[in-house]
């Protein structure tokens, strides 16, 4: 799993630099032939903000993305979501 804040300056930078770091990371599990499965852990706030959107939905579905959406101030894990899990139409 990996975890981004998405607090930086400009959330279009946080989210390259994650979808970066995650590729990368799917990426070096795939070759070696991991059973693993890779999330990306975001606030509840920041998946609001930016995959709940159209775009973002799409963003999810295209790169075949898992996230885990969580609320930091109840320490709790809010959903998880499977790129299979969106409908697209």
Do not use: H
Request: net charge neutral; hydrophobic share 45%; glycine share 4%.
């Amino acid at each position: 799993m990996e975890v981004k804040s998405f607090i930086g300056p400009s959330r279009i930078e946080d989210l390259k630099d994650a979808l970066g770091q995650f590729l990368i990371y799917r990426a070096s599990l795939k070759k070696a032939a991991s059973e693993r499965l890779l999330f990306l852990a975001i606030r509840d706030d920041v998946y609001r903000r930016i995959f709940e959107r159209a775009d973002g939905e799409s963003l999810l579905v295209e790169e075949e993305i898992r996230l885990l959406v969580f609320n930091a101030k109840r320490k709790e894990i809010v959903k998880w979501i499977s790129w299979t899990d969106i409908e697209t139409s």
